[in-house]
């Protein structure tokens, strides 16, 4: 089970983790936890690395006052046993201190690595973990905390955005988690962090706490794997956009991962990969409201009720589009357009090319909009190939999710009238090959219009699924 965000954000929150641990554990359950830093922190973490980078001492100072004082506030209030409470006290003074170690280091060499931003990142649940871990002791069980590395979580060394190394993960794991649930031990593990073969701290990209515990459930073949949020479930749509936006109470592992590649921020893009890889269910619930939810499961477990399952909006985004004449009918042209790209860092989130393959148009982050255009003007133009690159930095896409449109009749003749009865101009359009999803981009003040309509055409405020 992981516990994340708000589930570890004070408290009375710490408190009623314990008690679903225990509920779980008075069942006959073994349990691994993972958990996320606590609210906010890992937010704070990239913005004090960012000061330590200009050597302002002064403000790391205080970040490391209040954010020592606000975990062990938290410690106070849900943490009786005076033994538990000194040796948790002395674990988040420690820690903190190391955190100082790193940021001072920062601070006097003005200067941030990738590798050293994986270490510093890593702390937020550093601190979060031993405080859930007390908690775990103070309620009578028997829990011992663990960084993701000495849980046994191999990575690469891209820093930032690590890929397990899934077969030597995967020993460690079962190594070091496996003796501790058999003497009825409850291992808590850090989320977010890992280590490469050669013990350096990485990172599994924002929100990897999610991964962690998919990496680890799929690792020791468990039976299944909740991810408790501060929201019930998977929606229809953001309720921030949607307000009849609905819990999906049933979906596949395929429709749930275009939903999180497509902006459903619930679940990391690629924290299913395990799970599906192992058929493991995974559920997404909320202390709060335990008995609803998302079932995540196998294709043929799960009910596909209607065309479209989930509308997405991504925001900060960029269109550019590559032209030229010369590039009709030559092979290997969008080969190369990609690797300048890829070899400069650059992430293509959706890609779509004219049926005279004399242009080429593809969605980038917004941050990588400046980099994308320059080194591709640097690469292209001069060329007989190229002639234009243009670049909108206006816009948003917009994803219509659901394994139901496979092989349906009329699906995208539905949602482009729908968003066309809206008066709102279509600039982009791609399909994924699973059929799981049709994408297109609009601008960016019209995204939130397209997704209520989408979201009525298909009457999704009315799903059962």
């Given at each position: 089970?992981?516990?994340?965000?708000?589930?570890?954000?004070?408290?009375?929150?710490?408190?009623?983790?314990?008690?679903?641990?225990?509920?779980?554990?008075?069942?006959?359950?073994?349990?691994?936890?993972?958990?996320?830093?606590?609210?906010?922190?890992?937010?704070?973490?990239?913005?004090?690395?960012?000061?330590?980078?200009?050597?302002?001492?002064?403000?790391?100072?205080?970040?490391?006052?209040?954010?020592?004082?606000?975990?062990?506030?938290i410690?106070?209030?849900?943490?009786?046993?005076?033994?538990?409470?000194?040796?948790?006290?002395?674990?988040?003074?420690?820690?903190?201190?190391?955190?100082?170690?790193?940021?001072?280091?920062?601070?006097?060499?003005k200067?941030?690595?990738?590798?050293?931003?994986?270490?510093?990142?890593?702390?937020?649940?550093?601190?979060?973990?031993?405080?859930v871990?007390a908690?775990?002791?103070?309620?009578?069980?028997?829990?011992?905390?663990?960084?993701?590395?000495?849980?046994?979580?191999?990575t690469?060394?891209?820093?930032?955005?690590?890929?397990?190394?899934?077969?030597?993960?995967?020993?460690?794991?079962?190594?070091?988690?496996?003796?501790?649930?058999?003497?009825?031990?409850?291992?808590?593990?850090?989320?977010?962090?890992?280590?490469?073969?050669?013990?350096?701290?990485?990172?599994?990209?924002r929100?990897?706490?999610?991964?962690?515990?998919?990496?680890?459930?799929?690792?020791?073949?468990a039976?299944?794997?909740?991810i408790?949020?501060?929201?019930?479930?998977?929606?229809?749509?953001?309720?921030?956009?949607?307000?009849?936006?609905?819990?999906?109470?049933r979906?596949?592992?395929?429709?749930?991962?275009?939903?999180?590649?497509?902006?459903?921020?619930?679940?990391?893009?690629?924290?299913?990969?395990?799970?599906?890889?192992?058929?493991?269910?995974?559920?997404?619930?909320?202390?709060?409201?335990?008995?609803?939810?998302?079932?995540?499961?196998?294709?043929h477990?799960?009910?596909?009720?209607?065309?479209?399952?989930?509308?997405?909006?991504?925001n900060?985004?960029?269109?550019?589009?590559v032209?030229?004449?010369?590039?009709?009918?030559?092979?290997?042209?969008?080969?190369?357009?990609?690797?300048?790209?890829?070899?400069?860092?650059?992430?293509?989130?959706m890609?779509?090319?004219?049926?005279?393959?004399?242009?080429?148009?593809?969605?980038?982050?917004?941050?990588?909009?400046?980099?994308?255009?320059?080194?591709?003007?640097?690469?292209?133009?001069?060329?007989?190939?190229?002639?234009?690159?243009?670049?909108?930095?206006?816009?948003?896409?917009?994803?219509?999710?659901?394994?139901?449109?496979?092989?349906?009749?009329g699906?995208?003749?539905?949602?482009?009238?729908?968003?066309?009865?809206?008066?709102?101009n279509?600039?982009?359009?791609?399909?994924?090959?699973?059929?799981?999803?049709?994408?297109?981009?609009?601008?960016?003040?019209?995204?939130?219009?397209a997704?209520?309509?989408?979201?009525?055409?298909?009457?999704?405020?009315?799903?059962?699924?």
């Amino acid at each position: 089970m992981k516990f994340g965000g708000n589930p570890v954000g004070d408290a009375d929150a710490i408190i009623r983790a314990v008690q679903i641990i225990n509920d779980h554990l008075h069942q006959g359950h073994e349990v691994v936890i993972v958990t996320s830093a606590l609210p906010r922190v890992t937010d704070e973490l990239v913005e004090i690395s960012e000061v330590a980078v200009k050597g302002d001492l002064e403000a790391i100072n205080t970040f490391l006052k209040k954010n020592l004082e606000r975990h062990m506030e938290i410690v106070r209030k849900c943490i009786h046993d005076p033994k538990i409470l000194n040796e948790v006290n002395n674990e988040l003074t420690r820690t903190s201190g190391e955190l100082s170690e790193i940021l001072r280091s920062v601070a006097h060499l003005k200067e941030l690595t990738s590798r050293s931003k994986d270490f510093l990142l890593s702390f937020g649940e550093k601190l979060s973990a031993p405080i859930v871990c007390a908690a775990v002791n103070d309620s009578g069980a028997a829990a011992e905390w663990l960084t993701g590395c000495e849980a046994g979580i191999i990575t690469d060394e891209n820093f930032g955005e690590a890929k397990p190394l899934m077969d030597v993960a995967s020993r460690k794991i079962r190594a070091k988690i496996e003796p501790m649930l058999k003497t009825r031990k409850v291992p808590i593990v850090a989320g977010y962090g890992a280590c490469s073969p050669h013990g350096i701290t990485t990172t599994l990209g924002r929100g990897g706490s999610d991964y962690t515990a998919t990496l680890i459930g799929a690792s020791l073949d468990a039976d299944e794997i909740i991810i408790w949020k501060d929201v019930e479930g998977l929606m229809t749509a953001d309720p921030k956009i949607e307000p009849n936006a609905k819990v999906i109470h049933r979906i596949s592992y395929g429709e749930a991962s275009e939903m999180a590649y497509f902006g459903a921020k619930l679940i990391h893009p690629r924290a299913l990969e395990p799970a599906a890889a192992k058929q493991i269910p995974v559920r997404v619930r909320s202390p709060i409201h335990p008995s609803t939810g998302t079932l995540i499961a196998n294709n043929h477990t799960v009910r596909n009720e209607g065309a479209v399952k989930a509308v997405s909006l991504v925001n900060n985004v960029a269109l550019i589009s590559v032209t030229g004449a010369g590039m009709a009918g030559l092979p290997g042209v969008a080969a190369r357009v990609f690797k300048i790209l890829g070899d400069a860092g650059i992430n293509i989130l959706m890609i779509s090319q004219s049926s005279s393959e004399a242009g080429i148009s593809f969605v980038t982050p917004k941050a990588k909009l400046q980099t994308a255009t320059s080194t591709l003007e640097l690469g292209l133009l001069g060329s007989e190939l190229v002639e234009n690159i243009t670049k909108e930095d206006d816009v948003c896409v917009v994803a219509a999710v659901g394994a139901g449109m496979k092989g349906t009749p009329g699906v995208a003749a539905r949602l482009f009238k729908a968003v066309s009865d809206e008066k709102i101009n279509v600039r982009m359009i791609a399909q994924g090959s699973s059929e799981l999803n049709i994408s297109f981009v609009v601008a960016e003040k019209d995204g939130q219009k397209a997704i209520r309509a989408l979201h009525k055409e298909f009457r999704l405020e009315e799903t059962h699924n």
